[in-house]
């Protein structure tokens, strides 16, 4: 997974650039997002994601906000925590 920000939308024609962390310019579809709308997807959002490769070069799919991410791994240590208490 590589993670970047959001830094163009195309909102009537679906799709939008990710800057990643290295300073590469990667296209995503609406059509590729995870667990979020496309209309809640704003410019500057920190988002994960996979890359591919397209016709016209990389693409960006499997697109989660990266705050989504971090959440889920919050939860899953909890959970480890309470496991242990409970043993």
């Known amino acids: 997974m590589f993670k970047g ?4 939308i195309d909102r ?3 799709f939008g ?3 990643t962390d290295e ?3 990667i296209f995503f579809h609406q059509r590729w997002l995870r667990k979020i709308r496309f209309r809640d997807l704003n410019i500057g959002d ?3 994601f996979a890359v591919n490769h397209g ?3 990389l693409r960006a799919h499997n697109l989660q ?6 959440d889920m791994v919050q939860v899953s ?5 309470f496991k242990e208490q409970f043993d």
């Open 5 to 8: 920000k959001v830094i163009e």
């Open 12 to 14: 009537p024609r679906g």
């Open 17 to 19: 650039f990710i800057e």
């Open 23 to 25: 300073g590469a310019k």
């Open 46 to 48: 920190e988002v994960v």
């Open 55 to 57: 016709p016209r070069g």
């Open 65 to 70: 906000l990266a705050a989504d991410i971090d």
């Open 77 to 81: 240590r909890g959970d480890e925590l």
